[in-house]
């Protein structure tokens, strides 16, 4: 782990998206911290799109409904409930740094949001950065009972539709495992990634960042944008746990 402070580097999105690209992440220590550090971990947790296990309860939830999706809508809403103490942690991670670098992602249509309204009121939701083929997911919350989980349904959902290949979670806690998260090591992240990124070859390292940025096109990504806008917002349920249950390569399930 070394600091984004520890290299003479500016932060900037598209230094973000490289480090992305390299099987790299930032973290802070805390919110009240503003330095950031690189984590590339020895062991790093990914949800397998074609292996997603839903607790029949949480189908059971999802049939019932009475909540409504929505993709994209408040991204500084869904930060700061991402952001708000919880039971069993006190402080957050997320600062003022993070917060201003993932909302400048958002805007250019990398960092996406799945969000969980009821009675006009944003219940749970997560948010996450999109390149190529994989989805690195950031942070989740719930206000209301199994909200974060159904948002993480959601994204699972549309990730297959779109043709993706790669969750990554970052860590293993409770909560993914129930889904079937798993732990690998790095270097078969490292190959995971590669396949996502269409065959690019990740360059490794937070000191390959400095002068190293991703160039992409207006056409690049639109493309992509359509890949996570694919599925529709308002899938009826059935369809959506048919289509996670739904092996890739498949064919999908008509929505």
């Known amino acids: 782990m070394s600091s984004l402070d520890d290299v003479t580097i500016e932060i900037t999105p598209q230094v973000l998206l490289k480090a992305y690209s390299c099987g790299i992440f930032p973290m802070a220590e805390s919110a009240e911290n503003n330095a950031l550090y690189w984590i590339e971990p020895e062991r790093r947790g990914i949800l397998p799109l074609d292996a997603v296990h839903i607790p029949r309860s949480l189908a059971r939830t999802i049939r019932r409904g009475g909540f409504e999706i929505?993709?994209?809508?408040?991204?500084?809403?869904?930060?700061?409930?991402?952001?708000e103490p919880r039971i069993g942690r006190r402080s957050t991670?997320?600062?003022?740094?993070?917060?201003t670098l993932y909302g400048e992602l958002f805007?250019?249509?990398?960092?996406?949001?799945?969000?969980?309204?009821?009675?006009?009121?944003l219940?749970?939701?997560?948010?996450?950065?999109?390149?190529?083929?994989?989805?690195?997911?950031?942070?989740?919350?719930?206000?209301?009972?199994?909200?974060?989980?159904?948002?993480?349904?959601?994204?699972?959902?549309?990730?297959?539709?779109?043709?993706?290949s790669l969750l990554d979670t970052q860590f293993i806690t409770d909560h993914l495992a129930q889904f079937g998260a798993i732990e690998?090591?790095?270097?078969?992240f490292q190959q995971f990634l590669e396949k996502a990124l269409d065959g690019r070859q990740p360059r490794r390292g937070a000191e390959r960042l400095v002068g190293d940025e991703v160039a992409s096109s207006?056409?690049?990504?639109?493309?992509?944008?359509?890949?996570?806008a694919a599925l529709p917002a308002d899938a009826p349920a059935a369809d959506i746990l048919k289509l996670v249950s739904t092996p890739s390569g498949t064919s999908r399930p008509a929505i």
């Open 184 to 188: 690998i090591s790095r270097q078969a």
């Open 70 to 83: 929505k993709i994209d809508n408040d991204f500084d809403a869904v930060i700061d409930g991402c952001a």
């Open 93 to 99: 991670w997320i600062n003022d740094r993070i917060r």
């Open 218 to 228: 207006k056409t690049s990504v639109e493309k992509s944008h359509r890949a996570f």
């Open 123 to 164: 219940t749970g939701g997560l948010y996450g950065v999109h390149l190529g083929r994989a989805f690195f997911g950031e942070s989740m919350f719930s206000r209301a009972r199994d909200t974060s989980k159904v948002a993480l349904v959601y994204l699972v959902a549309r990730l297959k539709y779109g043709g993706f």
């Open 107 to 121: 805007r250019l249509g990398y960092c996406h949001t799945v969000e969980v309204w009821q009675d006009g009121a």
